[in-house]
């Protein structure tokens, strides 16, 4: 653990929402890990009692998607150090003790998810539920796993790369489904989602600029998400640096509290997820779980 390499690295959050008290305690104990880090919480108006040491800036509210914008066009005007590490109140460093400095060699990094852009001599296509795994041993297959953005790390020239090759350009396809009654609009791949966007649709020409991303077993050892059996059977999570997942939210700092939005009922219905809570458990956590669902009623 390196005190030297946290001085390079801004933790910061990025809320359009009013209540932004979760993402300044994800924001504190993250920087408590992490000493000499600079910490900032960009949202439309500080919590009373935002922490000392985590600076502010005040931003419109914004949706989910603008957020991605944000995230893509805007967040190197926010952030001075040479790296960002996103966090979330659904994400946050879990054991600094796991930081790597290998990790600053990377201009992103991210905890592997479901979804995958397979590229074969039939085409390029998307395997999801981390089935894309069965694909990497195939020589003539180029799989590049999405890397998770919610708890992620950016170099700057990262942040700043689409501005500064502004023939990357950000395409969104028509939507593979529309219906329903309301009618919604649905992509298989979630193109609409800046992580699918930067380490997936557009990794090819990021990297053709000298953008480089983390490997599959870095990038694992990094965070996690949601585990897979395909990718996660034997892996042990006590050696995790961070998570973020949005059925895990952070809702106290003393007591040290995570609520997980599955019941207790369902958890083993969510490949691995017992062994994750138990990881943090394990790192002095008290677990809350969201009610159970009511008895059906016929």
């Avoid at 795994?133 to 297959?141: F, I, S």
Wanted: with cysteine; aromatic share 10%.
């Amino acid at each position: 653990m390196s005190g030297e390499a946290f001085r390079q690295i801004t933790l910061v959050s990025v809320t359009g929402l009013p209540d932004a008290r979760g993402a300044a305690m994800a924001l504190q104990l993250s920087q408590s890990q992490m000493p000499g880090t600079c910490a900032l919480l960009c949202s439309p108006q500080a919590p009373d009692d935002l922490a000392p040491g985590i600076g502010h800036v005040a931003i419109a509210p914004m949706n989910y998607h603008e957020y991605g914008w944000f995230m893509m066009f805007a967040l190197w005007r926010v952030v001075q150090t040479d790296f960002a590490l996103v966090v979330q109140d659904d994400g946050w460093v879990v054991n600094a003790a796991n930081w790597s400095d290998e990790f600053l060699g990377c201009d992103y990094i991210g905890a592997p998810i479901h979804l995958a852009k397979i590229d074969s001599p039939q085409g390029t296509f998307w395997r999801n539920s981390f089935d894309w795994a069965q694909e990497l041993h195939k020589t003539d297959h180029i799989v590049t796993p999405i890397q998770n953005g919610g708890f992620s790390l950016r170099s700057r020239r990262f942040m700043k790369a689409l501005v500064n090759h502004p023939h990357i350009r950000v395409e969104i396809p028509p939507p593979d489904v529309v219906e329903g009654d309301p009618l919604r609009m649905h992509w298989q791949h979630n193109a609409l989602l800046e992580d699918v966007q930067l380490s997936g649709v557009l990794r090819p020409t990021l990297e053709a600029v000298g953008m480089r991303f983390a490997p599959l077993e870095l990038a694992r050892s990094f965070a996690i998400e949601h585990a897979g059996p395909q990718l996660h059977h034997g892996y042990d999570a006590m050696q995790l640096f961070g998570h973020h997942a949005k059925v895990r939210q952070l809702v106290s700092l003393a007591p040290l509290t995570l609520r997980s939005l599955i019941p207790l009922s369902q958890l083993d219905s969510w490949y691995g997820e017992r062994e994750i809570l138990q990881m943090f458990e394990r790192n002095g956590y008290l677990i809350e779980f969201a009610p159970e669902p009511p008895p059906h009623q016929a």
